[in-house]
């Protein structure tokens, strides 16, 4: 059987880019994969490109909305008939100097991944504590959780929200079997929603660099000079879940080509 035969996974964020690609691969081995993601039309049409219906499922799941998410989650039960694996991955990216950074984009970027992530971690540990078979949430945190860089407080300070939900919640769901763990990515501009919409060409003006080179040049101050893409984060993800690291939890693997060791 294929590795993830007989798992049910909910992926956030889903219908596009990193999302997307994660959702891709844990169906690829074996899993029943829930994609949530704000458009419904998208998320059914990211599951319709990954499986049929017995495969990939679409919903439409703002994660600040605790009603969305229990939906969601409700949707796994009864199209799968449970939940053994999260990837909480929805996200967005507001970019700006402190100065300009105002307390609703502060409030925005925290709401969406500081407290959806946790809002999402919360709803899914309560069925995974319940159906006694353990279970692994995995975070889609970054480099930026750890790293500073310019124009970039309200993004990287949720990320580093993130990063210690992943240590708290691996302390406190380790006696349930549930594994939580981490994937720090750096410079995946290429399938990237959030660097096509916008991100990319502010990020190219502080780097000095054509949008159009931005996935070049992130990848030439990498030890390996290589181009992060979605599909290696994805494969993180599979290798995290998969049953070769279930004596792991509380871990970040960074996939960003070495540049958070450079
Ligand atoms: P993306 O825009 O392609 O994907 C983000 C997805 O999240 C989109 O489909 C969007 O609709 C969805 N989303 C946004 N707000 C949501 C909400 N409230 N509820 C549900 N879904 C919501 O961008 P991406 O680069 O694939 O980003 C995916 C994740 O990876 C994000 O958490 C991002 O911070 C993280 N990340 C990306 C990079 C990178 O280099 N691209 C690096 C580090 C971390």
Not at 140 to 160: C, D, L, M, R, W
Request: proline share 3%.
């Amino acid at each position: 059987p294929k590795p993830l035969a007989g798992r049910i996974a909910l992926v956030t964020g889903a219908a596009s880019g990193i999302g997307k690609a994660i959702a891709t691969r844990l169906a690829a081995e074996g899993a029943c994969v829930v994609i949530a993601d704000l458009d419904l039309e998208k998320a059914q049409a990211a599951a319709a490109e990954i499986g049929g219906p017995d495969v990939a499922l679409g919903v439409a799941a703002n994660v600040t909305d605790e009603k969305a998410i229990d939906a969601a989650i409700q949707d796994a039960l009864l199209a799968f008939g449970g939940l053994d694996l999260v990837v909480n991955n929805a996200g967005l990216s507001i970019s700006k100097p402190l100065l300009e950074t105002t307390t609703a984009d502060w409030d925005l970027q925290h709401d969406v991944m500081a407290k959806g992530s946790f809002l999402v971690s919360r709803a899914a540990a309560k069925v995974l504590i319940d159906q006694k078979l353990g279970g692994d949430i995995v975070y889609i945190s970054s480099k930026n959780s750890i790293f500073a860089g310019p124009n970039n407080i309200a993004y990287s300070a949720t990320k580093a929200d993130q990063a210690h939900q992943v240590r708290l919640l691996a302390a406190e769901l380790g006696d349930h079997g549930i594994r939580v763990n981490g994937i720090n990515p750096d410079g995946v501009v290429r399938g990237s929603g959030i660097f096509a919409g916008g991100w990319g060409a502010k990020r190219a003006a502080v780097y000095g660099v054509p949008e159009e080179e931005l996935g070049k040049y992130y990848a030439q101050r990498t030890l390996l000079k290589r181009e992060v893409l979605p599909e290696h984060v994805a494969n993180a993800v599979f290798v995290l879940c998969s049953s070769d690291l279930d004596h792991t939890t509380g871990l970040h693997i960074p996939v960003d080509a070495g540049v958070a060791a450079a």
